[in-house]
């Protein structure tokens, strides 16, 4: 696989990017996501990308900048510039400075975007892609389903990865500016991964959405329910160790592939971003959130608030 890294700081831009095409199936692995160009170099040197599709506009380290730097440190890498149509100017020093080709955004497609990784492909000294693969990337394929980029999954095909029928959802979000060190957000992402691996009674799947959203998906015996349960909860008690920012989400159970978005979106979207609500709380059963519990949406009072500050 040709591996790709992506830098934007536009979240909506970063997604799109990852699912117009099929990257694994065309021959590609996208290996990280990056918002500034001091970020894109930390992770050029610990990935290794092949290619770097990367925005001109960012702060900290615009695309200039970071192209010119990464022609000189590793001039085997393919940059391919992301720009707007009144950006041109930046465009012609990135190209100067080692860029192969350039996208416009606006403009850009799936015909587009597979032209020029093929382009960046050939650049690359002394490698030969390797043939389209024809299997499924499971975690790929639930992230577009999730964020409703696909309608539908195969369950045929995911039946190989959940053969259980009974399901819990778990999302949290691991990013927070305030975090000390910066690089906790790993940290926490790879503890959720080795957990999920290790943990035997079920089968698991783990993804981030939505500027570090992990969410996992998990399968088991309805036997085993509780058993999941104090999985989620025991690992949350963990990451809490790393991270006082945090708080573990479990979706209500439900039975069948087919609910998995309808309980993605009604427990762990309902949650996953009340850490400053929920202060006390590290861990949240969605199942056993009362009325009471939740925040109520308060109406402002305007003509309240304007006799207050009247003078």
């Known amino acids: 696989m040709i591996r790709v890294l992506i830098v934007d700081d536009e979240y909506i831009m970063r997604q799109g990017l990852k699912y117009m095409i099929h990257w694994e199936q065309e021959g590609y692995e996208i290996v990280g996501e990056a918002t500034n160009g001091n970020e894109a170099l930390r992770l050029t040197e610990e990935l290794k990308p092949h290619i770097i599709i990367s925005d001109i506009v960012m702060s900290v380290m615009d695309g200039v900048a970071f192209t010119e730097m990464v022609h000189k440190i590793y001039p085997d890498i393919a940059i391919i510039i992301l720009s707007g149509y009144d950006k041109f100017e930046y465009v012609k020093k990135t190209l100067t400075n080692g860029a192969i080709d350039y996208i416009l955004k606006p403009t850009l497609n799936e015909e587009e975007l597979l032209n020029v990784l093929e382009k960046a492909a050939q650049k690359i000294p002394g490698y030969k892609r390797k043939e389209k693969s024809e299997g499924i990337n499971y975690a790929a394929e639930m992230e577009r389903y999730l964020i409703g980029m696909s309608q539908e999954l195969d369950e045929v095909a995911f039946s190989q990865i959940f053969p259980y029928s009974h399901f819990h959802i778990f999302g949290m979000r691991i990013k927070n500016e305030n975090e000390i060190p910066p690089n906790v957000s ?8 080795k957990d999920v691996a290790d943990f035997e009674a079920t089968n698991g799947m783990v993804m981030i959405l939505q500027e570090e959203l992990v969410i996992v998906v998990m399968c088991a015996k309805p036997a085993n329910d509780a058993q999941m349960i104090r999985f989620f909860e025991q690992m949350t008690a963990e990451l809490a160790v790393l991270s006082e920012y945090i708080l573990g989400v479990c979706s209500r159970a439900f039975d069948g592939m087919s609910l998995i978005r309808q309980y993605y979106q009604q427990d762990i979207l309902a949650y996953a971003d009340k850490v400053f609500y929920y202060k006390d709380l590290k861990f949240i059963l969605a199942d056993e959130m009362t009325e009471k519990e939740k ?13 207050t500050i009247k003078i």
Do not use: R
């Open 186 to 193: 790993e940290l926490l992402y790879q503890k959720i991964k």
């Open 295 to 307: 925040i109520p949406a308060v109406k402002f009072d305007f003509f309240k608030y304007k006799n």
